[in-house]
């Protein structure tokens, strides 16, 4: 079945780069778009950016200038990297199947 | 970007009441829409794409409703389980964007 999991570091310092994993199975992503949504906490949900199945890729207006989404197609791996992170980044952090299958999440604090 | 106004940001209602949610786009959305129920500490789940489609294994006593700028979410005979906090998605274009949320309490 298909399946989502993110991993990451958890607590990043601020003006640090976030690095981020979407580890998938059950399907290709040659064939399907990821998505990475967050959610800081007690708010509501925020579309981060899309890599589609033929790669190329969508950004969240405000955050495009910081951001960089890519994939490695061989190990099903999606990769998020957003750089100088703020405190306002701190967040659960979503990859997703096409908005439809979710992963668990993973929650990036940003702290010194 | 596509703006996606929800109302109301929060909604306490009694049990098999009939519950109704919107959501209004900036711009014609084209039926690209899709409903989502969130619980505390869960992942958002799908109810309803395409503005009318129930997602599978979703009671049918969600549906959804409207074209254009305006769309709608109708919970029939509230149930204990609905509660939760429900959003709005467009994909109509990117960058995709979420209404701001709508929080529903059991009254």
């Known amino acids: 079945q298909v399946q989502l999991k993110e991993s990451g570091p958890g607590l990043v310092q601020p003006s640090q780069t976030l690095s981020l994993t979407c580890t998938v199975s059950g399907f290709s992503l040659t064939s399907s778009s990821v998505h990475w949504v967050r959610q800081p906490p007690g708010k509501g949900l925020e579309w981060v950016g899309a890599i589609w199945n033929g790669g190329s890729t969508d950004y969240n207006s405000a955050l495009k200038s910081r951001l960089s989404i890519s994939r490695d197609t061989s190990k099903s791996q999606v990769f998020l990297k957003m750089n100088s992170l703020q405190t306002e980044d701190t967040a659960i952090y979503f990859c997703t199947r096409w908005l439809v299958a979710w992963g668990q999440g993973t929650l990036v604090t940003v702290s010194s | 970007d596509i703006q996606m106004t929800q109302s109301p940001a929060s909604l306490s209602a009694s049990l098999e009441e009939i519950v109704t949610i919107t959501c209004q786009a900036s711009?014609?959305?084209?039926?690209?829409l899709s409903w989502y129920q969130q619980k505390p500490g869960k992942s958002p789940h799908l109810l309803i794409h395409g503005a009318t489609s129930l997602a599978d294994g979703v009671p049918s006593r969600f549906s959804g409703s409207g074209s254009g700028t305006q769309y709608s979410l109708k919970i029939n005979r509230l149930q204990v389980e609905d509660t939760g906090i429900y959003y709005c998605?467009?994909?109509?274009?990117?960058?995709?964007?979420f209404g701001g949320g709508t929080k529903l309490e059991l009254k």
């Open positions: 998605l467009q994909y109509y274009s990117a960058p995709r964007t």
């Open positions: 711009q014609d959305i084209g039926n690209y």
